[in-house]
């Protein structure tokens, strides 16, 4: 399977709730990138799963909507705070597609990365908003992963 990752674009910095933080103009154009990007070279997703936190739906569903109409499905365990093993387990689900996204949050997309390449700790990987990266999973498992690529937005 490849995994392909994106932290959310550019947030509001502040609102009562953490939950509800739109994306700012800076963000729309950010996800617009992406998915221009990933148009453009055929990263075409069977699934995007997406946090439910505002900004990350709205990043994956600019992403979505630039790709096609790719099939998105609200992930509440990608919500700020997922775990890697919880990723994983929820990964099996679609072990039978060819490539899977995740669009979420920092330092969740760190730690799941740092997991799936066999890293013990995750202090050498920071994703940056609006990045993109793939992740070939022979198999899911930890330690199985081979890092693809990492593309923060302003390289796209």
Wanted: charged residues 20%.
């Amino acid at each position: 399977m490849l995994l392909y990752l994106i932290r959310h674009a550019e947030a509001e910095p502040h609102r009562p709730d953490d939950f509800s933080r739109c994306l700012t103009e800076k963000g729309f154009k950010q996800a617009r990138r992406i998915g221009c990007f990933m148009k453009e070279q055929c990263l075409r997703p069977e699934v995007i799963l997406t946090s439910p936190v505002v900004r990350a739906r709205e990043t994956a569903e600019i992403v979505a909507k630039l790709l096609g109409k790719q099939p998105l499905t609200e992930a509440p365990w990608a919500a700020c705070g997922m775990k890697p093993d919880v990723a994983l387990a929820e990964l099996s689900g679609y072990a039978k597609l060819d490539s899977v996204m995740i669009v979420g949050h920092e330092p969740d997309l760190s730690f799941l990365i740092a997991s799936l390449i066999g890293l013990e700790r995750s202090a050498s990987i920071q994703v940056a908003k609006a990045s993109l990266l793939g992740v070939n999973l022979p198999r899911l498992q930890f330690g199985s992963g081979i890092l693809q690529y990492v593309l923060p937005v302003k390289f796209l």
